[in-house]
């Protein structure tokens, strides 16, 4: 079995740069740099036969590349905290295609609304007093827009000390 997402990496310079935003939180489990990515759709746990048809579908995916910019921190329930992504209609495109291309593969169709973030921290616990500050102090983070020029299908292996993310499959968007 295979547990995988669909998701756009993000460049080593935005991942330093999003580095920078740890610390200050004692409840927070902050996610390690090198698994900085935007997920466009979860998929979770699947044979490798349903892995393979993923990929062929994944692979029909036709999208033209696009810049994208992170901005603003926030929290979804005082659970995670996250890098925010601006408004982009070419991403909304590129997780509609994905979507489908999973869905023709026979993963039943994803309920939630697409909320595009950076997962920077998982917090346990009661809400930390500082979460209020933190996000406040971080309100204006805004980096330089990256280009994206491909997506990824993605393993999670999970471990106590976190993730471990491994590359299964790379597309490439048009010009």
């Known amino acids: 079995m295979l547990r995988l997402f669909v998701g756009i990496a993000l460049p080593p310079a935005l991942k330093l740069e999003l580095s920078r935003l740890v610390g200050g939180l004692s409840n927070a489990r902050w996610v390690d740099p090198g698994n900085y990515h935007v997920t466009l759709r ?4 699947v044979d490798e036969g349903v ?4 990929d062929a579908a994944l692979s029909g995916v036709r999208a033209k590349r696009f810049a994208l910019t992170l901005a603003g921190v926030g929290s979804f329930n005082a659970r ?7 408004r982009n209609p070419d991403l909304v495109h590129l997780q509609e295609k994905v979507e489908s291309a ?9 309920s939630r609304r697409f ?3 950076v997962t920077l921290a998982r917090l346990k616990g ?3 007093a500082r979460l209020g500050h933190y996000l406040a ?9 990256f280009d994206v020029a491909q997506f990824q299908l993605v393993a999670s292996y999970l471990t ?3 993730s471990i993310y491994e590359d299964q499959a790379e597309y490439a968007l048009g010009g």
């Open 42 to 45: 979860f998929i979770g746990e």
């Open 51 to 54: 892995a393979s048809d993923v």
């Open 80 to 86: 995670n905290l996250f890098a925010g992504v601006e």
């Open 102 to 110: 999973v869905a023709r593969s026979g993963i039943e169709p994803e």
């Open 115 to 117: 909320a595009p973030h």
């Open 126 to 128: 009661k809400p930390d």
């Open 137 to 145: 102090e971080h309100a204006l983070f805004r980096a330089a827009p």
């Open 160 to 162: 106590k000390s976190g």
